[in-house]
C-alpha cells in the first residue's frame, strides 16, 4: 500500500522542512555593527543555500518514489480535506470547508 504525502510532508519526515532565513534579521539592529551583520547575512545565505541543494535532490527522490508507487501525492479533495480540519477561525480552513460543501457536498463542523 503506498503512503498519501505531499513533498513538504516528505521533506519534514527527512528533517529538511522549510527553514529560509533568519527571524533576527528582521529588526531593524541599529545596535549591531555593520561587519557583524553582513557576516551573519552571508552565513544565512550559505545555510539557506544549502538546504535549497538538499531539498532540490530530495525532490528527485520523492518523485522517483511517487513513479514507483510508494508514494502517492494527495488529490484535491485529500488536500481540501486536511485544510478544512483545522481551526474554524482560520480564512483557509473557512474557504476550504465552502470548497468542500460546494464541490463535494460534504459539510465539516
Known amino acids: 500500500m503506498c503512503e498519501v504525502l505531499t513533498f ?3 521533506a ?4 529538511l522542512a522549510p527553514s529560509w532565513g533568519d527571524a533576527g ?4 539592529a ?5 561587519r557583524s551583520r553582513k557576516r551573519h547575512l552571508q552565513l544565512v545565505a550559505e545555510k539557506d543555500a ?3 541543494r538538499a531539498r532540490d535532490l ?8 511517487v513513479e514507483q508507487g510508494l508514494i502517492k501525492p494527495p488529490s ?3 488536500r481540501i480535506r486536511k485544510t478544512a480540519m483545522g481551526h474554524q477561525d482560520n480564512e ?10 460546494k464541490t463535494y457536498g460534504e459539510e465539516i463542523t
Open 8 to 10: 513538504e510532508e516528505f
Open 12 to 15: 519534514t519526515q527527512r528533517g
Open 25 to 28: 534579521l528582521h529588526s531593524g
Open 30 to 34: 541599529a545596535h549591531v555593527p555593520k
Open 50 to 52: 544549502a538546504l535549497q
Open 58 to 65: 530530495l525532490r528527485d527522490v520523492y518523485a522517483g518514489r
Open 76 to 78: 484535491h479533495y485529500q
Open 92 to 101: 483557509s480552513v473557512q474557504a476550504a470547508r465552502k470548497i468542500l460543501l
